[in-house]
Each structure stands twice: as C-alpha cells, then as structure tokens.
C-alpha cells in the first residue's frame, strides 16, 4: 500500500479510531528503535521537570489519565 491509498484508508476512520492508530504507530516505533533513538530534547527535559514540580505543589490539580483518555475518546467535540 502506498502513502497516497494508505491516508485515503485512514482518512476513513473515526476520530478515536486514527488517535488509537497513532498510539499504535507510535508503541511498535518505540519498541523497534534503538534506546537513544527517541531521547528528550534539553527543552522537552525542562517542561517535564516544571510539570513534575507543578504537579507535586499541587497534586490535586491532576487529571487521571482514564477521565482524559475517556474524553478525548467520546464523540464529543
């Protein structure tokens, strides 16, 4: 299947369905690449340190994946 087909494909999904694609994609990259492959920018290592602090000055500020993961897979919009 060549790019062009393949987007036409996808392009016919759901919304959710092309999230849950992506995840997919992205777990069997992950899987395959090398260890240092996929390495955190200096920028990207700074944000999940500020989250990290933001996160433990106020934990109950988190969302729980599950109510995130549930809304982003709802159909609303």
């Known amino acids: 299947m ?4 393949a987007t036409t494909e996808y392009m016919k ?7 849950q694609l992506v995840e997919d994609i992205w777990d069997s990259i992950a899987a395959e690449a090398p260890a240092d492959a996929l390495g955190l920018s200096q920028t990207q290592k700074a944000e999940l340190h500020r989250r990290v602090a933001a996160h433990r ?4 500020s988190a969302v729980p994946w599950e109510l995130v993961r549930a809304k982003l897979f709802s159909d609303q919009t």
């Open 2 to 5: 060549n790019t062009s087909s």
């Open 13 to 19: 999904l759901s919304v959710s369905e092309r999230i």
């Open 57 to 60: 000055a106020d934990p109950s």
